[in-house]
């Protein structure tokens, strides 16, 4: 077996949704699909793709349409996630770790080349995640990773080399 070249001491960011793509659903109600949103209650536990925090019950929620992958990628795929009605500080940034207290369950780990094709994957626990996600970002085939909850399959987060690695 051919392995690609790996490479030394990767590190990793885990990344919310972009702000922008954020701020525009929340001041619209528009996905990208020009479907029509509603903000409703969180009954407590919804991932908030936008913070990567679970939601606290109570709080306002939408629930919108996200490409994580864009066209003309044969993975490209749209998929329900939750995103704060409020608006957020920027965007936070969780160097070489997971979000704490975001994965609860076991995920499923993507990893994409520069023409966003899949290239591997793998399933594991959060405990089990880092590692994984510092191996696959070690390969020069892949330039990032997308996290998705295993039991429904949404897209969670993006994972990327840190700057400097």
């Known amino acids: 077996m051919n392995l690609p070249a790996t490479l030394q001491m990767t590190t990793f960011v885990a990344s919310p949704l972009p702000d922008e793509f954020s701020r525009r659903i929340r001041q619209t109600l528009r996905d990208d699909f020009n ?14 793709r936008d913070q990567l925090r679970r939601a606290s019950a109570g709080e306002r ?25 409020e608006p957020v500080s920027p965007s936070a ?18 990893a994409y080349d520069k023409q966003d094709c899949i290239t591997d994957s793998t399933v594991c626990e959060p405990a089990a995640a880092p590692e994984m996600i510092r191996e696959f970002l070690g390969r020069a085939d892949v330039t990032h990773l997308h996290a998705s909850f295993a039991g429904h399959g949404c897209f969670a987060c993006r994972f990327d080399r840190s700057p400097g690695t």
């Open 93 to 110: 940034f969780w160097p070489d770790e997971l979000p704490p207290g975001y994965f609860l369950q076991t995920l499923a780990l993507r």
């Open 61 to 85: 929620i939408i629930l919108c349409s996200y490409q994580a992958v864009s066209l003309p990628s044969p993975f490209a795929a749209i998929g329900p996630i939750f995103i704060s009605a």
């Open 35 to 48: 479907r029509h949103l509603t903000i409703s209650v969180a009954k407590g536990g919804e991932p908030l």
